[in-house]
Nanobody
Framework: QVQVVESGGGLVQAGGSLRLSCVAS????????MAWFRQAPGKEREFVAG????????RYVDSVKGRFTISRDNAKNTVYLQMNSLKPEDTAAYYC?????????WGQGIQVTVSS
């Protein structure tokens, strides 16, 4: 059974940084494009950043371009999201999944709260 576990969230002041990690089980992890998504209270879940299976190409939602960086280490089955210059509007639960997302691949997510 495929499983992902997100970590690295927490409470940070505006302008601060956090690094999220997502460890995925399964030997086929390296064949998947992966992405980070987020869901703020009362809002739909949205795409944040994606990375191809080799890590050679990335894409971002406009609101995080220049502030967030997605990367991956296939040897560790891990995807990262480095978040800098955080804003209160980045407050949300963050999830990793395949890109495009698979219904059976959602983890529990990790909360990121940015105070003003």
């Amino acid at each position: 059974q495929v499983q992902v576990v997100e970590s690295g969230g927490g409470l940070v002041q505006a302008g601060g940084s956090l690094r999220l990690s997502c460890v995925a089980s399964g030997r086929t992890f390296t064949t998947y494009a992966m992405a980070w998504f987020r869901q703020a209270p009362g809002k739909e879940r949205e795409f944040v950043a994606g990375i191809t299976w080799r890590g050679g190409s990335t894409r971002y939602v406009d609101s995080v371009k220049g502030r967030f960086t997605i990367s991956r280490d296939n040897a560790k089955n891990t995807v990262y999201l480095q978040m800098n210059s955080l804003k209160p509007e980045d407050t949300a639960a963050y999830y990793c999944n395949k890109d495009p997302p698979a219904v059976d691949y959602w983890g529990q997510g990790i909360q990121v709260t940015v105070s003003s």
